[in-house]
């Protein structure tokens, strides 16, 4: 069996139950999984890596994006508007999207999510025009190499009916769900090692009807996979909530199946606190959008009152129409100073952010057993930082530092025991022809 020995870290952070920082630490990898960890280790034969001068983490968890967005970023109409407004400009160009555009944007996405630190990404994609479907997404990320979680997204209620989307975008239920139905069959795995997941997703309440959440609710645990949409947004939404369905966004959620340890949503920035207890005793996830949150003037997350509670949190980059980076360790430091602007310089430390970073999203999306922390038996995911980049020159403390300082872009990269970055530049896509290749998508986009 291929053993890979990452040898002489400077620093090993391994997310392990007593939070366990260890000096000079090395990593054997055998079969895709963490044989051992601790000083000294050996293995003749083994491809080594060399960690000196290195911090080591456990693979950045993203759990909220929507990759099909990566070709829009930065346009124009989208860039100082709130978010009903920044979605009606866009929606028009995303409809002319076409199967090429989301292999493109979703690759472009994860190779920029791989080289700041990510191994897993969810994505959340809720349009099919042109002939798209979710497959072309999973076929881009099996290419590029990353643990991927997948969602069927969907939107059935167009303008016509008093919805946000064109009529042009949106599907008919039945089909949705059929769908789902088909995709899960064809690339959920629900394995320990999955490279794959698919999850169910409508798009939001605003955007599907209550049968579609209800039904889809009923799927999703009739196939075992988790379900995930966007939740509590802003104040548009919450109003949109009450005066629809005459509640607020945590009791329709409860209401229609929506709470539960398989179930995460994204934003959750106007939660309130019965809604944060709520999701802490149903073991309800968030996947918590910082930068996207900013971008949208949306608000600041409640992250401190969620993590007292009890409730599991995540980052998410979120899509990058509305970030317009994809840099999840730079998310883990918005998500810190968010918290800090909101409630004080104590109320999240730089090692809080970064176990959310990854503890907390692998949590969220329900593989806490096997990612998340570097610990014998736990799948290979792990990021290595280089502690010599210029950006991290002069810090005291090297933990603290990647998120107070950086580097913003890994050394080396591994998912499931495979090198996806190597000495800081993607291993499977050349990366200049995947951006020429995005340039020439967006200009036929523009067209
Ligand atoms: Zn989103």
């Not at 949109?240 to 229609?256: H, I, M, N, T, V």
Request: aromatic share 4%; glycine share 10%.
């Amino acid at each position: 069996m291929a053993q890979i020995l990452i040898r002489n870290a400077d620093r090993v952070v391994t997310m392990d139950g007593a939070r366990r920082e260890l000096a000079g630490a090395s990593i054997l990898i055998e079969g895709g999984a963490i044989a051992a960890i601790g000083p000294g280790l050996t293995a003749p034969g083994a491809e080594v890596i060399d960690a000196s001068g290195c911090v080591v983490t456990p693979g950045l968890v993203n759990t909220h994006h929507h990759l099909y967005q990566s070709l829009t970023r930065a346009v124009p109409g989208g860039q100082d508007a709130l978010l009903f407004g920044w979605l009606k400009t866009l929606y028009p160009i995303w409809a002319r999207y076409r199967p090429e555009d989301m292999q493109i944007s979703t690759q472009l996405g994860l190779g920029e999510l791989a080289l700041s630190g990510c191994t897993m990404s969810s994505d959340h994609l809720y349009l099919y025009p042109n002939g798209s479907r979710l497959d072309d997404t999973i076929h881009a990320a099996r290419a590029l190499g990353l643990r991927f979680h997948a969602t069927r997204g969907a939107m059935s209620i167009g303008e016509s009916k008093g919805g946000l989307p064109p009529d042009s975008l949106v599907e008919d239920e039945a089909a949705i769900l059929d769908d789902c139905i088909r995709v899960v069959d064809a690339f959920h795995d629900p394995s320990p090692q999955a490279m794959t997941r698919v999850g169910l997703a409508p798009c939001s309440p605003f955007s599907v009807s209550r049968e579609l959440m209800r039904d889809a609710a009923l799927l999703a645990r009739d196939k075992g996979v988790m379900l995930h949409t966007h939740l509590a947004e802003n104040v548009e939404d919450i109003a949109y909530s009450l005066s629809q369905f005459g509640c607020r966004p945590g009791q329709y959620a409860e209401e229609l199946g929506w709470t539960g340890a398989d179930v995460w949503h994204a934003h959750c920035v106007k939660l309130d606190p019965s809604e944060i207890s709520l999701f802490a005793h149903t073991r309800t996830g968030v996947a918590h959008c910082p930068c996207s949150n900013c971008r949208l003037g949306s608000g600041i997350a409640p992250v401190r009152a969620m993590r007292d509670a009890g409730v599991k949190v995540g980052l998410g980059v979120d899509g990058s129409a509305s970030n317009d980076a994809g840099d999840l360790i730079g998310e883990a430091r918005q998500a810190m100073l968010l918290q800090r602007v909101a409630n004080g310089a104590d109320a999240m430390s730089a090692r809080e952010a970064l176990e959310i970073a990854t503890l907390g999203g692998a949590s969220v999306l329900g593989r806490a057993a096997e990612l998340g922390s570097l610990e014998p038996g736990k799948r290979a995911d792990i990021a290595i930082w280089d502690l010599r980049a210029l950006q991290v020159a002069g810090s005291w403390d090297p933990v603290a530092a990647l998120v107070l300082c950086g580097p913003h872009r890994v050394r080396h990269l591994l998912v499931e025991g495979r090198q996806i970055v190597r000495d800081g530049q993607l291993v499977t896509l050349d990366e200049r022809a995947l951006a020429e290749s995005a340039r020439r998508a967006t200009a036929r986009l523009m067209a």
